[in-house]
């Protein structure tokens, strides 16, 4: 029985894939079919499945953070993705396979037939830093950077600029931006979002919270032990969740 881990967050290309891998290879074991980031990376952890599915782009942590994990644990990974442009990246960084989406159950057999010959071979050893190189060109840059924000702040519209901004927070259908001394709304994904931002500059700390690197004062635990970061121009407290507390590691 080989052991698989799914990770596509959305819903009906992940059920799709289920049911072309239940065809194509009868005897996996998917033990995760997750939504995003957090929870494959969890599933990754605590099951070392020995191959993996993944979306490039999720919300909460992307699957590059994912492939790393599974690869640190032995298993083999394919990336899925809607860009020719990331598919050949991810393939030359030393992933297993890719697999274009819409998958296709042709294509997806060619993959697992790939797979079946990998899992007789010895494992190569972890490629990170292909992977870390991989990250680093799917950055966006030059002309693909969000530089000027258009929101909503009550019945008018602001142009924020990329440099006011201390956060994002994902509420309901919206996202907050939020500068020093005040906030508006947008109609766009935080995972959308977050393509259009410089790595080095904004973190995703939480599922639903990107801040600023540079308005970050301190990580500090509450009471109860859950992390939160204080800012150092605004009040609030930001969540940060489990998935993300290694990028404090030192601060």
Same mark, same amino acid.
């Given at each position: 029985m080989v052991t698989a881990l799914i990770a596509e967050d959305e819903a009906p290309q992940r059920a799709a894939l289920l049911d072309m891998l239940a065809e194509a290879w009868p005897e996996l074991e998917v033990v995760g079919?997750?939504?995003? $980031?957090p929870s494959a990376l969890l599933v990754a952890a605590e099951q %070392? *499945?020995?191959? +993996?599915?993944?979306?490039?782009?999720? *919300? $909460?942590?992307g699957g590059l953070d994912v492939a790393r994990a599974v690869v640190a644990g032995g298993g083999l990974v394919v990336f899925t993705t809607a860009y020719d442009e990331y598919a050949i990246r991810a393939f030359e960084a030393g992933a297993t396979d890719y697999l274009l989406k819409p998958v296709q159950a042709a294509r997806l057999q060619q993959t697992v037939d790939r797979l079946?010959? %990998?899992l007789q071979q010895p494992r190569p050893v972890a490629p990170a830093p292909a992977i870390d190189e991989l990250e680093a060109q799917l950055r966006p840059r030059g002309e693909r950077l969000i530089r000027w924000i258009s929101a909503s702040a009550g019945d008018s519209v602001r142009m924020i600029g990329i440099d006011e901004v201390v956060y994002f927070q994902a509420q309901d259908?919206?996202?907050?931006?939020?500068?020093? +001394?005040?906030?508006?709304?947008i109609r766009m994904p935080l995972k959308e979002l977050l393509a259009g931002l410089d790595p080095d500059l904004f973190w995703q700390v939480h599922r639903s919270v990107v801040v600023r690197v540079s308005a970050i004062e301190r990580l500090r635990k509450d009471d109860l032990g859950r992390p939160g970061l204080r800012l150092k121009s605004r009040p609030e407290t930001l969540p940060v969740s489990a998935a993300f507390v290694h990028r404090f590691r030192g601060m």
């Amino acid at each position: 029985m080989v052991t698989a881990l799914i990770a596509e967050d959305e819903a009906p290309q992940r059920a799709a894939l289920l049911d072309m891998l239940a065809e194509a290879w009868p005897e996996l074991e998917v033990v995760g079919a997750c939504e995003d $980031g957090p929870s494959a990376l969890l599933v990754a952890a605590e099951q %070392r *499945p020995q191959v +993996a599915f993944l979306d490039i782009r999720m *919300p $909460g942590v992307g699957g590059l953070d994912v492939a790393r994990a599974v690869v640190a644990g032995g298993g083999l990974v394919v990336f899925t993705t809607a860009y020719d442009e990331y598919a050949i990246r991810a393939f030359e960084a030393g992933a297993t396979d890719y697999l274009l989406k819409p998958v296709q159950a042709a294509r997806l057999q060619q993959t697992v037939d790939r797979l079946r010959i %990998r899992l007789q071979q010895p494992r190569p050893v972890a490629p990170a830093p292909a992977i870390d190189e991989l990250e680093a060109q799917l950055r966006p840059r030059g002309e693909r950077l969000i530089r000027w924000i258009s929101a909503s702040a009550g019945d008018s519209v602001r142009m924020i600029g990329i440099d006011e901004v201390v956060y994002f927070q994902a509420q309901d259908k919206y996202v907050r931006v939020v500068t020093a +001394a005040d906030e508006a709304v947008i109609r766009m994904p935080l995972k959308e979002l977050l393509a259009g931002l410089d790595p080095d500059l904004f973190w995703q700390v939480h599922r639903s919270v990107v801040v600023r690197v540079s308005a970050i004062e301190r990580l500090r635990k509450d009471d109860l032990g859950r992390p939160g970061l204080r800012l150092k121009s605004r009040p609030e407290t930001l969540p940060v969740s489990a998935a993300f507390v290694h990028r404090f590691r030192g601060m």
